[in-house]
């Protein structure tokens, strides 16, 4: 692998993920900024876009536009993010 192809995937519940994402809680001790929060939404929205799940995608997206509107990933037609 080169060092430029890193792949990144969530290794928690769906659920739990798509919640930190939204900010409605802390993942361990550690604080949290809102990058991390948007990172691990876009990483909820690739996953659901690789399983297929398209109308989840976009409610999640939807949501996630609300939550973080400054956020570019989450705004209009960005399938060419992932």
Same mark, same amino acid.
Request: include cysteine.
């Given at each position: 692998?080169?060092?430029?192809?890193? &792949?990144?995937?969530?290794?928690?519940?769906?659920?739990? =993920?798509?919640?930190?994402?939204?900010?409605?809680?802390?993942?361990?001790? &550690?604080?949290?900024?809102?990058?991390?929060? $948007?990172?691990?939404?876009?990483?909820?929205?690739?996953?659901? $876009?690789?399983?297929?799940?398209?109308?989840? =995608? =976009?409610?999640?997206?939807?949501?996630?536009?609300?939550?973080?509107?400054?956020?570019?990933?989450?705004?209009?037609?960005?399938?060419?993010?992932?």
């Amino acid at each position: 692998m080169k060092y430029d192809e890193v &792949n990144y995937r969530l290794t928690i519940p769906m659920e739990d =993920a798509f919640a930190f994402a939204m900010g409605e809680f802390e993942l361990g001790n &550690n604080p949290t900024c809102d990058a991390m929060r $948007q990172l691990v939404g876009v990483l909820v929205l690739d996953a659901l $876009q690789y399983g297929e799940h398209w109308r989840l =995608a =976009a409610e999640a997206r939807a949501l996630l536009a609300c939550r973080w509107p400054d956020c570019a990933a989450f705004r209009g037609n960005v399938s060419g993010l992932f």
